[in-house]
């Protein structure tokens, strides 16, 4: 957004004055908070997971058409408050919950194996042109191997962020889905725009599977193993906000709170757009 003021002095050029941006798009996550109940800077997403039938190419810059077709994807989510549970903490939980669950069908003696083939990351939406981006998906293909070639068997991931090395911190958990084999067109995607509580820093991903019913992880990828899920260059929105620029020639009588009232009301017009 550009906009051109006239006079008859010196001319000057002002980018967006940060308080004013900073003010405008703050009182909109506040805003949002007041409304769902969720402090403010408690980590929120908007994310979606979905079985594919066909392999996307694992380029980490995807172009604008797969772009807009990711960001149509989840920009139908609403993004909510994540529970930022440590690895450590998820895997406790699924002892003490899926104990008696798993004794029964380890009495089946079925036999499976799993493992992943192939895990990557593709980022779009930077919308401050900073290099660090509100929105990226994740995309894993998982194999199965069995006493019944043909079965099909019902898995769920959970999902995770490590900050520039620190602790794993689960940001989504996919629903059961189904794999069969070494399938090749069974992968499967997670597109994920932080909406707030993400700072401007390189995150790593892991990615855990789960046999439905069972506590234990019986597959892991992560950045260790590939990178494709290494140092993905993110922030959440509220810190990914568009620059807005105003030009003004002469000044005449408009001061510097002027301008910052100017600044701020294109702000507010652009968040209500």
Not at 58 to 71: F, G, T
Not at 175 to 194: H, M, P, W
Not at 196 to 206: A, M, R, S
Request: aromatic residues 12%.
């Amino acid at each position: 957004m550009k906009t051109l003021f006239q006079g008859t002095v010196s001319s000057f050029r002002i980018k967006a004055l940060v308080a004013a941006t900073v003010l405008a798009s703050s009182s909109a996550y506040a805003s949002a908070d007041e409304v769902t109940g969720t402090p403010i800077g408690t980590p929120k997403i908007a994310a979606v997971g979905t079985q594919l039938s066909d392999k996307p190419d694992s380029s980490r810059y995807v172009d604008e058409a797969v772009a807009s077709e990711l960001k149509t994807r989840v920009q139908q989510i609403q993004a909510v408050a994540a529970e930022p549970r440590t690895r450590e903490q998820v895997a406790a939980q699924k002892q003490k919950t899926s104990t008696l669950q798993r004794s029964r069908q380890q009495s089946y003696g079925v036999y499976h194996d799993f493992s992943f083939y192939d895990a990557f990351a593709r980022l779009f939406e930077d919308r401050d042109y900073d290099g660090f981006h509100r929105s990226f998906s994740v995309t894993f293909d998982a194999d199965v191997y069995s006493n019944y070639p043909d079965e099909s068997v019902p898995v769920y991931a959970e999902l995770y962020l490590s900050r520039n090395g620190g602790d794993w911190v689960r940001y989504f958990t996919t629903e059961t889905f189904y794999i069969r084999g070494a399938n090749e067109l069974d992968d499967y995607e997670v597109v994920t725009t932080l909406a707030q509580g993400y700072g401007t820093d390189h995150y790593d991903v892991l990615i855990d599977l789960y046999e439905v019913g069972y506590s234990d992880i019986v597959a892991t990828i992560s950045s260790d193993d590939t990178d494709g899920l290494y140092a993905l260059p993110l922030e959440s929105a509220n810190y990914d906000q568009e620059e807005v620029v105003i030009e003004v020639e002469g000044g005449g009588g408009l001061g510097v709170g002027a301008l910052a009232l100017l600044a701020l009301g294109a702000c507010l017009r652009r968040e209500r757009k």
